[in-house]
């Protein structure tokens, strides 16, 4: 037995300082099959993005593709899609926000009756409307994290009770008309777009930034010794954003420019983004989603982070409502039927896990495009409300199967090893 | 420590206080009692791990051993008996007590986040940040690598995703957890169940570079061909008493065995020494 201990031991230390840790063979060739599930799992849904556009654009001839109709259509999605970005945090955690939608339309009443009826200047209903969004998220954590309920349970209660209590406030009106030109000014009147400076300009310099991040740090690797992207790899990551965005750009700047609540969208998944990926709260997310118990023998606080994802969820959800109710220019009694299952096919379609642990915040834009240009594409060939229900709901429901499927393949070939 | 081939049957070789391989233990057990209602799990238990030394906790199922790596780690703390770290008197209440102590245990679930990187792994609830609490990707990478290689273990790439690499990896990188938090003293609980056999050997080496460290490792298995590759010293547990100790120098898997299932081969058993006297049947 000695033995075997010398020969590991000589063995070992001759090698221990030479050789890197980090071997690319080990690394098995991944399958085209394999490579859709991973890192390119984006490009089915982008295909079918183009596939769906393509369909409308040529069904409608070539109005669908008007640059009215797609700065239209973003604007449609806003709320779609800041509630689907709420969703995404909470699915995550491997949860479920079935309130999502009722709190949007709670907080947009909120918001509606403390500046039409009671008078208070358009920023700070905006304020209060977030802030009883983000109460209303904390108590769901508090019974989810604390008192251990079942999401769907606390957040199916809090859905039916939002949807009476918004009633309730509403006095029996129907619907409450916002004349506030600081409110319909964000997304509902047709000043509601960027100035061609700022709207150029502004996302033109965070893109310079994040290339300037990019690089800086590129050099910093290579200074660590540490293993970096090839050159190539990185000018081609580069030259693929710069032409995303400046292209996005050049499409709304041939209409009206950017609209407002594409630009507050857009911030809003940059800004959670970055708290995702960049910061210790970010990764405890993912680590609670993916692994509660180890999460919580690392130390990590899992019923502080669970409450902080529900208030956020809610919290962005009232910023949905701000912008449905800006854009309508009304707040409307009754809750959107579609609307819950628009942002949680939206957050699911671009590819966030329902089994928590999964799933980037950008990725609910190919989503939200998709939920939004069958509405769209649909409205526009005069098919009732009916053909898009019956649509969307199948199209949920093949995302979600994808998902699911995609888990089962995912989970089989890392047991295999 | 490995020169000696001659394996005289019949001698155990075990630290009497007063004169360890090297000096005062990191860790020192007296009297370990702990009882679960009727039953009594544990009773009188001593255990002593050395710095650099590689300590084989076998025994049978309801032997004891994990109860008393529990109480070790702090998740069921004894009810009675005296603990000493590097000389020190203290009392392990919890995991976080543990911990602070320099005590880390890996438990066969391994408890990674499959969904993240190998480096948010390592650094799962201590990340590195930056004076903005923006997390230092880059500083945990490199520190992170420097442990990885300390350890020998290989990896395709220190961002796979952990649900990609293999079981002895996965082992590493529990393993490599533990020293990122400044562990004394690492419990490895069945660290080869369920390995194939180049994993295992994986395993067996990262438990030989932890020793090099000198860390004190103790290492629970039901595997003896393991234990006698890796382990300095193995101590045997039958219904929750220290029954033996051998050291693996002088020892046959055929005595361990004996000692395990309670059938006695000739004089090689030994009390080990505790006030109480024989404890051996």
């Known amino acids: ?417 | 420590m490995a020169d000696s081939t001659t394996p005289s049957v019949g001698e155990t070789s075990m630290p009497m206080p007063g004169q360890p391989p090297q000096g005062e233990p990191l860790l020192r057990m007296r009297g370990i009692g702990k009882s679960f209602g009727a039953v009594r799990a544990l009773s009188g238990v001593d255990l002593e791990v050395y710095a650099g030394e590689v300590v084989g906790l076998v025994g049978d199922n309801g032997a004891g051993k994990s109860t008393l790596v529990k109480t070790i780690a702090g998740v069921g703390p004894a009810d009675e008996g005296e603990i000493f770290v590097q000389g020190q008197s203290v009392k392990i209440t919890s995991p976080q007590v543990a911990t602070r102590l320099g005590i880390e245990t890996v438990y066969q679930d391994l408890a990674l986040c499959d969904n993240l990187d190998v480096v948010g792994n390592l650094y799962l609830g201590r990340e590195l940040r930056s004076p903005l609490g923006i997390m230092s990707e880059n500083e945990m990478e490199k520190l992170g690598l420097d442990v990885l290689r300390s350890l020998d273990v290989k990896l395709p790439s220190i961002r796979s995703v952990v649900a990609t690499l293999s079981g002895g990896q996965r082992q590493s990188i529990a393993v490599a957890k533990t020293i990122l938090r400044n562990a004394k003293i690492v419990l490895l609980d069945e660290p080869t169940a369920a390995l194939g056999v180049a994993q295992t050997r994986q395993v067996l080496n990262l438990i030989l570079r932890l020793r090099e460290q000198g860390i004190g490792v103790v290492v629970i298995s039901h595997n003896l061909a393991d234990v006698f590759e890796v382990v300095d010293r193995v101590i045997v547990l039958r219904l929750g008493k220290r029954v033996a100790t051998f050291d693996v120098k002088n020892t046959t898997p055929e005595q361990v065995v004996g000692a395990i299932t309670g059938a006695e081969f000739g004089a090689i058993l030994k009390t080990n020494g505790t006030s109480e006297g024989s404890n051996n049947e």
Not at chain 1, 136 to 143: D, K
Not at chain 1, 313 to 329: D, F, K, R, T, Y
Request: charged share 10%.
């Open chain 1, 1 to 417: 037995m000695s033995e075997i201990i010398d020969k590991n031991k000589t063995g070992g230390s001759s090698t221990s300082q030479s050789v890197s840790v980090e071997v690319p063979e080990y690394r098995k060739r991944q399958t085209f099959g394999q490579l859709l599930r991973n890192d390119l799992g984006f490009l089915p849904v982008l295909l079918t993005l183009i596939a769906i556009m393509i369909y409308f654009g040529a069904t409608t001839g070539g109005l669908f593709f008007e640059p009215r109709n797609l700065s239209e259509l973003l604007q449609q999605v806003a709320t779609i899609g800041v509630d689907a970005l709420g969703v995404t945090l909470v699915l995550l955690l491997g949860e479920i926000d079935l309130s999502a939608a009722s709190v949007t339309t709670l907080c947009a009443v909120v918001m509606g009756i403390l500046s039409e009826r009671n008078g208070l200047p358009a920023w700070e209903a905006i304020l209060l409307a977030i802030l009883s969004g983000a109460f209303v998220g904390f108590i769901n954590g508090i019974f989810i994290a604390v008192l251990r309920i079942p999401s769907f349970i606390v957040t199916l209660a809090a859905s039916i009770g939002y949807a009476g209590l918004l009633l309730n406030l509403l006095n029996a009106q129907s619907t409450l008309i916002v004349h506030n030109p600081d409110i319909t000014g964000i997304s509902g009147s047709a000043t509601s777009y960027l100035t061609d400076a700022l709207g150029v300009g502004l996302p033109t310099l965070v893109l310079l930034v994040y290339i300037g991040i990019l690089l800086y740090d590129q050099r910093g690797r290579r200074k660590a010794g540490l293993r970096t992207k090839s050159m190539p790899q990185l000018i081609g990551q580069i030259i693929l954003m710069v032409v995303v965005v400046e292209g996005a750009l050049a499409l709304f700047e041939s209409y009206h420019g950017v609209p407002n609540s594409t630009a507050i969208l857009f911030s809003l998944i940059l800004v959670v983004w970055l708290v995702l990926t960049k910061t210790p709260f970010g990764r405890h997310i993912y680590a609670v989603g993916g692994n509660i118990e180890a999460a919580r023998r690392a130390g990590i606080n899992v019923v502080f982070i669970r409450v902080a994802v529900f208030t956020l969820c809610s919290a962005l959800a009232a910023v949905g409502g701000i912008l449905a109710a800006s854009h309508q220019n009304a707040v409307a009694s009754q809750v959107s039927t579609t609307l819950l299952l628009q942002a949680i096919g939206a957050a699911v379609i671009g590819g966030v896990s329902l089994f928590g642990g999964r799933g980037s915040a950008w990725s609910i834009i190919l989503g939200t495009l998709i939920i939004g240009s069958l509405e769209n594409g649909l409205a526009l060939k005069s098919q009732g409300s009916e053909v898009q229900q019956m649509v969307e709901g199948a199209v949920l429901l093949l995302a979600v199967t994808v998902d699911a499927v995609v888990r089962r393949a995912q989970s089989r070939s890392s047991s295999g090893r």
